[in-house]
């Protein structure tokens, strides 16, 4: 065989090989992963693509939290957070057209179910694009770090979701389980690289300023970072852990969680405050882990890069060492105090001499008929572990822009003292007021509270 056929048949082999190797790849495509989807294009035409989708992804956002919620800033009169920040009050969910909340909370769930008539706004609250998904910032964090840092959190795809006035105080206040007599250990400052020396030396142990520091410092992520499958306009230095626990408590930034696929799966995370730590064994909404430490090394480890750690190691991640730095920053976590609560003794329940009496009634319903204090007990309102809601019991799965709405799982129990500095709520915040929870409870564990019980029930809730 001539030099020139077989040359002509390598050709022809190589080429369909080639093409074999691409329907293959095709095909694979095609097909759930468990690994993160890695697209590389030029970054200018993936940035004005996606620049140019942003308003139908957020006008599509908006229509739907508009179809659930009444997000009309409309504050409790004379309820504030700690640096006086109004709190909002009344029922924020919509009902179905002709309901009553006696009439749903006096239904089966089968009932619910078989009639369609769950609210809206209890169904699971999808990331503001949850095919996407990643770290999103509120625009005051956005706005405070690139005032001190000169560092931009703003992504050139999206942007957060809920107004500001339902979100949590910012910035929030710093209590020191350490330093009580300091009131606001941070002064009314947003802790950032520039000011946590000036702000904490002489007030912290060298362990503990250093774990300050470290949790402070920016670390690559998933969509923060160097390479050009980025979602900020320049390269990123990354983000900090307190960009989202910001003062060590919440901002209310979003995420979705790393460890569930496929992507509609997935749950979008409201950033949950870092108060009270030391009284806390579990760890995750859902993935129990053990100790601080084990939360601290792998959310910088996996969960900034969506639990994938390959591409983590692409865009940089940096392995924090677990004997020194993981141990330093857990010893700071866990001096994060709850927010002082006047009207609660050591026992953690109500003093009968500074509490008024729907305060006292709604603690009394809280342990008694609400059933509340079974999963949450004083004094710190929480049984560290992890309960199951079943609230598909209510309504049939359906997909909401991009999000799978179906069974939650288990879910830890977060800590209910100083409830009313950190809205929304739920795991996923799809809860806008305590109001809003209350209702949602009322219906899930069929308790049947009467509007006045509830009432008091609030005004329990908001003592802790």
């Not at 992963?33 to 590389?40: F, L």
């Not at 993936?46 to 179809?67: D, T």
């Not at 749950?267 to 009284?279: A, C, E, F, K, Q």
Request: hydrophobic share 35%; net charge neutral.
């Amino acid at each position: 065989m001539s030099k020139t056929r077989i040359g002509r048949w390598m050709t022809l082999g190589l080429t369909l090989g080639c093409v074999l190797a691409v329907t293959i790849t095709r095909a694979r495509a095609q097909k759930p992963s468990s690994y993160m989807p890695v697209v590389e294009g030029d970054f200018s035409t993936v940035m004005a693509r996606m620049k140019s989708e942003k308003p139908a992804i957020e006008s599509r956002q908006a229509a739907l939290l508009r179809e659930r919620y009444d997000l009309a800033n409309r504050a409790a009169s004379g309820v504030t957070m700690f640096r006086g920040k109004p709190v909002q009050e009344g029922v924020r969910v919509k009902l179905p057209a002709g309901l009553t909340w006696d009439q749903l909370a006096n239904m089966s769930p089968a009932d619910v179910k078989a009639k369609g008539v769950f609210p809206a706004g209890f169904y699971p609250l999808p990331h503001p694009n949850h095919p996407e998904g990643g770290m999103l910032f509120p625009k005051m964090e956005i706005d405070e770090v690139k005032k001190q840092e000169g560092r931009d959190l703003t992504r050139f795809d999206l942007d957060h979701d809920l107004p500001e006035h339902l979100l949590p105080e910012f910035p929030a206040a710093v209590f020191l389980t350490t330093r009580p007599d300091l009131g606001d250990a941070a002064k009314g400052e947003l802790i950032t690289i520039d000011n946590y020396y000036r702000l904490f030396n002489g007030i912290l142990n060298p362990k503990q300023l250093e774990g300050l520091r470290l949790l402070v410092t920016t670390f690559p992520q998933q969509q923060f970072n160097q390479t050009d499958d980025r979602r900020s306009e320049k390269p990123s230095r990354g983000v900090a852990c307190f960009d989202c626990h910001a003062n060590g408590h919440t901002n209310a930034a979003t995420h979705l969680v790393g460890d569930i696929r496929p992507q509609e799966f997935r749950h979008r995370i409201d950033t949950p405050s870092l108060r009270g730590v030391n009284i806390q064994r579990l760890f995750g909404s859902q993935r129990a882990l053990k100790t601080v430490e084990d939360f601290t090394e792998f959310e910088q480890r996996a969960a900034y890069f969506d639990g994938d750690h390959l591409t983590a190691a692409k865009k940089g991640v940096n392995v924090l060492e677990r004997g020194s730095q993981v141990h330093f920053m857990a010893e700071f976590q866990a001096l994060l105090d709850f927010p002082p609560a006047p009207k609660l003794g050591i026992d953690g329940l109500l003093d009968p001499t500074k509490a008024s009496q729907q305060e006292l009634r709604g603690q009394e319903l809280f342990f008694g008929k609400a059933k509340c204090g079974s999963c949450h007990p004083a004094p710190y309102y929480t049984d560290n572990t992890m309960h199951n809601l079943q609230t598909e019991r209510f309504f049939t799965p359906k997909m909401i822009n991009g999000r799978f709405a179906a069974a939650d799982g288990p879910i830890k129990t977060f800590p209910l003292r100083g409830l009313k500095e950190s809205p929304t709520y739920l795991h996923d915040g799809r809860l806008i007021t305590i109001d809003d929870t209350v209702e949602f409870f009322n219906v899930v564990t069929q308790v049947h509270l009467t509007a006045e019980e509830k009432k008091a029930l609030i005004s329990f809730l908001r003592t802790l």
